[in-house]
């Protein structure tokens, strides 16, 4: 009985175990008139009067047949080997003379003339009956007025320098540089020798730009010999004569151990420096040369190798202008821009192109008297030739208020004088020597002009990036000035080709142009950039006097939108693609249509077990735009329009036993792209025990388990699992119940 109610009583156990799984994960993704130049003499010559001014208005003494003489003669004065003679036209003035026939008795007591005096003089000597023709009386006394213009004393076209000793003597480096001053013939010759300025500095820094200039002109010299002649009549013995070509000469020799000066010294120091003497014997010793040209009784020599000065006052007779009557102001005038203009080449402020026009004969040298911090940019130091090219340098952007003077001095011949002994005197069969001599003056003449000032003002512009940090991409910028194309070289911070500067800034970075001409207009453009928003304050406008005006570029990053996806569980397929749906709309809510790339790349915690997608384009319609990911692939989207609404959504999400977060939160992502966004999609999914039932929201069919993952009814694939669990349960019941009842029996 009772092991029929056992039996009755048993009964089969089972047991279920339930499964919980939870799925987390967090991830961010970090964004620049002409003024009236006043005239030097108050008024702007016309063009005949330029013409006017050009004429050579030569001397040619009076021609006397027959001289007036003094009822009583005049000495000659001997005083250290120099002749000279105080003429009552002149008085209190001694003029020096110089002989005219080299075979005649000097006209001062010798040794051998025991008790003959030496007779006075009256005026006179040369006329037109002594010479072939009255053409060579006229030449021959215009040269011997120039020999004694440029010969000692007066030094009318400075040929030489008086020295204390008769050495070889080595000239400063001022001296030097005086003499690579090109004199006005020169550079009416070759005006290139206008354009620059010749110093020492030039062989000590080989400076190749004026070494060059000066070989050219070398070179075209060369070609002038013997004969040639420049287009203005210089000779090739002229050129060869002076100073310039000297120095020029001793800059170019190449002689190991020796600099420029040095080669001056050994080579032409006799010709260039010499004692008061000295220059006294060389005039002399060409004026008989010059008069035995033209066979002028009494004369032999005929070279002058001896004495090199001699030489070049001989040669220089031959040429040029002179000047013989007083120069007045009324015969010069400043022509050119004296409005003070800032040159961006050298950060100076100049003048424009000055130039002091002046009758040929005046051979003018004018010395400036200009105010601190302002120089002459013609031969580095402050004075100028007449009709040489020059303009003013000042170090500082000048005041209306500044002036300059101008000063000159000039040599000029008031009178030329020859005298002749009284009497037939002679010494041991010779005849007194004739006298010439000139009476040379000096005269000054002063003229203060005002200068002129440009108006200025600065631009500064400023570049401000936003929505992108530490950003280090450079923007590329143009100035552009319409209207005043001449604006060319550095303008402070930026350099300007036909009035346009290019350049380019960083965020935070500022650059400024100074000294642009005030009232310009101008326009600052930015280059197309797609990555950014563009916004500019003052961008375009006119420059302000005195003043900075402030451009700003502020430039707002293109938001990007990265879109990722991850699988994570047990049982999570990786290989499946997932594909996402993506929505755009502007900030008035309407659809953002368009294409727009994307880069692809992979999570780096994912680089060994995915494949980086290729780069791409989303087209999108009607502001929607689908796209498929793998496992661990991730997107980015790149310059979307700034503050434009985005939604997110995976299309299989929260299917096949997936639980689908979107940065961790559920249904979708949603938000504005005012910054980069990043958006990570993770689904999860593990074991596939059964769970406890529910309802799917999609599907109200379907049961679902607690944590949302559904049954699939018909699933087979644990079956034998099952049935394996039941059939030991079993067999673990009957044990211990078979186990009890053959303990009862026993």
Not at 190 to 216: A, C, I, M, Q, V
Not at 333 to 361: C, M, Q, R
Not at 471 to 481: D, S
């Amino acid at each position: 009985m009772k092991l029929k109610q056992h039996r009755k009583h048993r009964k089969f156990v089972c047991s279920a175990v339930s499964l919980l799984l939870i799925f987390t994960m967090i991830l961010s993704f970090s964004v620049y008139v002409f003024a009236e130049t006043p005239d030097f003499t108050g008024t702007i010559p016309t063009e005949a009067e330029k013409n006017s001014l050009q004429e050579n208005r030569e001397y040619i003494p009076s021609e006397k047949e027959e001289m007036t003489l003094s009822e009583k003669g005049l000495p000659i004065i001997f005083e250290g080997g120099i002749h000279y003679i105080e003429d009552p036209a002149y008085p209190g003035e001694k003029i020096t003379l110089f002989c005219m026939n080299n075979e005649r008795h000097w006209p001062h007591h010798t040794e051998d003339m025991g008790d003959v005096q030496v007779p006075e003089y009256t005026e006179g000597y040369l006329t037109p009956g002594k010479f072939d023709s009255e053409a060579d009386y006229k030449e021959c006394m215009r040269r011997l007025s120039k020999l004694l213009y440029a010969g000692y004393p007066y030094n009318g076209e400075r040929l030489y320098k008086i020295v204390d000793n008769s050495e070889l003597h080595t000239p400063t480096e001022s001296q030097f540089n005086e003499m690579l001053i090109p004199t006005p013939v020169l550079q009416t010759a070759f005006p290139y020798l206008g354009h620059h300025s010749f110093t020492y500095k030039d062989w000590e820094t080989n400076d190749t730009e004026h070494l060059d200039e000066l070989r050219r002109f070398m070179n075209a010299v060369a070609k002038l010999y013997p004969d040639g002649q420049t287009s203005n009549g210089v000779t090739y013995s002229d050129i060869t004569a002076m100073p310039f070509y000297k120095a020029v000469f001793c800059m170019l020799y190449e002689a190991e151990g020796t600099t420029p000066l040095q080669n001056f010294a050994i080579m032409y120091s006799d010709s260039y420096f010499v004692t008061e003497e000295q220059a006294y014997n060389a005039t002399q010793d060409a004026v008989w040369r010059l008069l035995h040209q033209y066979n002028i009784e009494d004369n032999n020599m005929n070279d002058l190798e001896h004495d090199a000065l001699a030489q070049v006052l001989y040669v220089y007779s031959e040429r040029g202008g002179l000047l013989n009557y007083e120069p007045s102001l009324k015969d010069v005038h400043l022509t050119g821009d004296l409005k003070f203009t800032y040159n961006p080449k050298d950060g100076y402020w100049h003048s424009g192109a000055l130039k002091i026009i002046e009758p040929v004969e005046y051979n003018g040298l004018y010395r400036l008297e200009l105010p601190k911090g302002m120089s002459a940019l013609c031969d580095n130091i402050t004075y100028v030739y007449g009709n040489e090219e020059y303009e003013l340098v000042s170090d500082h952007q000048p005041t209306i208020e500044d002036t300059f003077t101008i000063k000159a001095e000039f040599v000029w011949m008031k009178d030329f004088k020859q005298y002749a002994p009284m009497g037939d005197v002679e010494v041991h069969g010779k005849k007194f020597q004739n006298m010439v001599g000139a009476v040379i003056r000096n005269t000054t003449v002063s003229a203060e002009v005002p200068v002129g000032v440009d108006e200025v003002g600065s631009l500064s512009i400023t570049k401000k990036v936003v929505g992108e940090k530490n950003c280090q991409e450079e923007f590329q910028f143009e100035i552009r000035f319409p209207y005043h194309t001449k604006i060319n070289g550095l303008y402070g911070d930026l350099e300007f080709h036909d009035g346009i500067a290019q350049f380019s800034l960083k965020d935070g970075q500022t650059v400024t142009a100074h000294n642009l001409p005030a009232g310009a207009q101008y326009e600052v453009t930015e280059a197309q950039t797609n990555r950014y928003k563009v916004d500019s304050v003052d961008s375009t406008g006119e420059i302000i006097k005195d003043d900075i005006k402030n451009v700003l570029f502020t430039n707002t990053k293109y938001p990007d939108l990265s879109l990722s996806k991850i699988v994570i569980g047990k049982n999570g397929d990786k290989t499946k693609p997932f594909t996402f749906t993506i929505q755009l709309k502007d900030e008035t809510g309407k659809p953002i249509n368009g294409t727009y790339h994307y880069s692809g790349s992979v999570k780096p915690e994912f680089e060994k077990e995915a494949e980086k997608p290729a780069d791409g384009t989303l087209t999108f319609v009607d502001g929607r735009a689908e796209i498929s990911l793998l496992h661990g692939q991730q997107i980015t989207l790149q310059n979307l329009p700034l503050n434009a609404a985005y939604v997110v959504t995976e299309n299989e999400a929260n299917k096949d036993r997936y639980i689908t977060t979107y940065n961790g939160k559920k249904d979708h992502a949603e938000g504005v792209l005012s910054k980069d966004t990043a958006v990570d999609v993770i689904n999860n999914r593990q074991s596939d025990q059964a769970p406890s039932q529910g309802k799917d929201e999609e599907n109200p069919d379907k049961e679902v388990s607690d944590n949302g993952t559904a049954v699939k009814t018909g699933d087979y694939t644990n079956m034998w699992q099952y049935a394996f669990t039941a059939i030991a349960a079993f067999i673990v019941t009957a044990s211990v119940f078979g186990l009890k009842e053959w303990k009862r029996k026993r």
